[in-house]
């Protein structure tokens, strides 16, 4: 009896049906949100390297203007579209906020004016990712659902920015599962078990949103692996520490300059001019890219492909020029992903490495290095490989990606603390200071 009650209430009852049918709506709403975001951003940068290819000093005039421009429309409008995304999607979920406050970290207005934002930080050239951008823009989306829900609902606001977040990583990167280990690494603090199955259930369909429109193909292709031998054991641990120690020195890099803890004089210029600190980061990203004949400009997405490909005879000092670029964009204040730029100089240093070791198979060191630095740098090593994994093909690498991932994690760890985790709280002190108690006496 106690089964056919249960299965009359998931059958008869109004609100569970509209629940799911709400989320679900949403959901694909908020894939086909970040696939005309990702459309988007493409073409911005092609109009930007079809500009440079004309001009070649263009972005020496071009790139600063607009970072300048960028800082000061954030600063003065949408503050909350700063920085990557996925640090405001946390804060969002932290227990003190409360449900007022959370338009201070996602909302639909936040979303619009992140995917402008981002989209003309490509267009100025500047060295960022989408994907971050994407976990804030998919989270507003989702937020929004909450007036359309019935009462006593089983869905919260915590599901439905856990999905969205998770929606955007999965939409972003056509890797539905990755989305999800997102969710479970990243987001998800307390795990909603009576509608755990219906968030992970939006999660994929953003991620199949994104692959109905892009097609089932990876970003970077198929890697052919040979069998996994002793050959592979030195390069592979080398890569793993040498990613681990940069991944997290980028993120202890990254956490000292957004904090505003330190008192230099480079950090008190950014508190006090940040429109004219801004104008100097995208003067200097401009300088590295016209140094690198255009080679830092952008995502990286493009030479990471033609790295794994073989086609690209990219420099060691690839990774140094990149891994400056994109701090520096980080730091002037624009709404900024890192994902992208992690995958391009985590493969540049899996190049780096094979090249060394003169190791034959050049394509497996760099999306081991691609895996194990976006792992250092984020410290989510298993959403890492599984992104990684998917955006390659390379399911004869699992075990590998799994552990270069683990281990590079495990080196930053010692060196840093977490990024994202980090960042968040920094975004917390944007909360209003509760109201003072201090009330006067009254007199008997």
């Given at each position: 009896?106690?089964?056919?009650?249960?299965?009359?209430?998931?059958?008869?009852?109004?609100?569970?049906?509209?629940?799911?049918?709400?989320?679900?709506?949403?959901?694909?709403?908020?894939?086909?949100?970040?696939?005309?975001?990702?459309?988007?951003?493409?073409?911005?940068?092609?109009?930007?390297?079809?500009?440079?290819?004309?001009?070649?000093?263009?972005?020496?005039?071009?790139?600063?203007?607009?970072?300048?421009?960028?800082?000061?429309?954030?600063?003065?409008?949408?503050?909350?579209?700063?920085?990557?995304?996925?640090?405001?999607?946390?804060?969002?979920?932290?227990?003190?906020?409360?449900?007022?406050?959370?338009?201070?970290?996602?909302?639909?207005?936040?979303?619009?004016?992140?995917?402008?934002?981002?989209?003309?930080?490509?267009?100025?050239?500047?060295?960022?990712?989408?994907?971050?951008?994407?976990?804030?823009?998919?989270?507003?989306?989702?937020?929004?659902?909450?007036?359309?829900?019935?009462?006593?609902?089983?869905?919260?606001?915590?599901?439905?920015?856990?999905?969205?977040?998770?929606?955007?990583?999965?939409?972003?990167?056509?890797?539905?599962?990755?989305?999800?280990?997102?969710?479970?690494?990243?987001?998800?603090?307390?795990?909603?078990?009576?509608?755990?199955?219906?968030?992970?259930?939006?999660?994929?369909?953003?991620?199949?949103?994104?692959?109905?429109?892009?097609?089932?193909?990876?970003?970077?292709?198929?890697?052919?692996?040979?069998?996994?031998?002793?050959?592979?054991?030195?390069?592979?641990?080398?890569?793993?520490?040498?990613?681990?120690?940069?991944?997290?020195?980028?993120?202890?890099?990254?956490?000292?300059?957004?904090?505003?803890?330190?008192?230099?004089?480079?950090?008190?210029?950014?508190?006090?001019?940040?429109?004219?600190?801004?104008?100097?980061?995208g003067l200097a990203v401009a300088i590295i890219g016209v140094v690198t004949n255009g080679a830092t400009f952008g995502s990286g997405y493009a030479y990471t492909r033609?790295?794994?490909?073989?086609?690209?005879?990219?420099?060691?000092?690839?990774?140094?020029?990149?891994?400056?670029?994109?701090?520096?964009?980080?730091?002037?204040?624009?709404?900024?992903?890192?994902?992208?730029?992690?995958?391009?100089?985590?493969?540049?240093?899996?190049?780096?490495?094979?090249?060394?070791?003169?190791?034959?198979?050049?394509?497996?060191?760099?999306?081991?290095?691609?895996?194990?630095?976006?792992?250092?740098?984020?410290?989510?090593?298993?959403?890492?490989?599984?992104?990684?994994?998917?955006?390659?093909?390379?399911?004869?690498?699992?075990?590998?990606?799994?552990?270069?991932?683990?281990?590079?994690?495990?080196?930053?760890?010692?060196?840093?603390?977490?990024?994202?985790?980090?960042?968040?709280?920094?975004?917390?002190?944007?909360?209003?200071?509760?109201?003072?108690?201090?009330?006067?006496?009254?007199?008997?």
């Open positions: 009896m106690r089964i056919a009650a249960a299965f009359r209430r998931e059958i008869s009852d109004w609100r569970l049906w509209l629940a799911r049918v709400i989320v679900i709506a949403v959901a694909a709403a908020a894939g086909l949100t970040v696939v005309g975001f990702t459309w988007l951003t493409e073409r911005a940068l092609e109009a930007f390297f079809s500009v440079r290819a004309r001009w070649w000093w263009a972005p020496l005039v071009w790139t600063p203007l607009c970072t300048g421009a960028i800082v000061w429309l954030t600063r003065r409008y949408v503050p909350g579209a700063a920085g990557s995304g996925i640090p405001q999607v946390m804060a969002a979920l932290d227990p003190s906020v409360g449900a007022e406050h959370r338009g201070l970290f996602v909302s639909l207005k936040l979303t619009v004016a992140k995917i402008a934002l981002t989209a003309w930080g490509l267009l100025a050239g500047l060295s960022l990712g989408r994907e971050g951008p994407s976990v804030q823009i998919a989270a507003g989306v989702m937020h929004g659902a909450k007036r359309w829900l019935p009462r006593r609902s089983a869905v919260t606001e915590h599901g439905l920015l856990v999905a969205g977040g998770a929606a955007g990583i999965a939409a972003a990167f056509n890797t539905p599962l990755g989305g999800v280990m997102f969710a479970i690494e990243e987001l998800s603090r307390a795990p909603e078990q009576r509608s755990s199955g219906l968030i992970i259930s939006g999660i994929v369909l953003a991620g199949l949103v994104a692959v109905s429109t892009y097609g089932n193909g990876t970003y970077f292709g198929v890697i052919h692996v040979p069998a996994v031998g002793a050959a592979l054991i030195w390069p592979g641990l080398l890569i793993a520490l040498a990613s681990g120690v940069a991944g997290g020195l980028f993120a202890r890099l990254l956490i000292a300059s957004l904090s505003g803890e330190s008192a230099d004089g480079i950090n008190r210029w950014r508190l006090k001019r940040p429109i004219s600190f801004a104008v100097a980061c033609g790295m794994l490909e073989g086609q690209e005879n990219v420099p060691a000092v690839y990774v140094l020029f990149k891994f400056v670029a994109t701090w520096l964009t980080a730091w002037s204040g624009v709404p900024a992903g890192i994902f992208a730029p992690s995958l391009a100089i985590g493969a540049a240093l899996g190049n780096d490495v094979a090249q060394l070791t003169s190791y034959p198979h050049a394509a497996t060191l760099i999306a081991l290095g691609m895996a194990g630095f976006l792992a250092a740098a984020t410290q989510a090593p298993l959403t890492s490989f599984i992104i990684v994994m998917e955006m390659v093909d390379g399911h004869a690498m699992v075990l590998s990606l799994m552990a270069c991932a683990l281990i590079a994690s495990g080196v930053s760890r010692v060196l840093s603390r977490p990024l994202y985790a980090t960042l968040a709280q920094i975004q917390l002190r944007r909360l209003p200071p509760p109201p003072s108690d201090s009330s006067p006496p009254q007199s008997p």
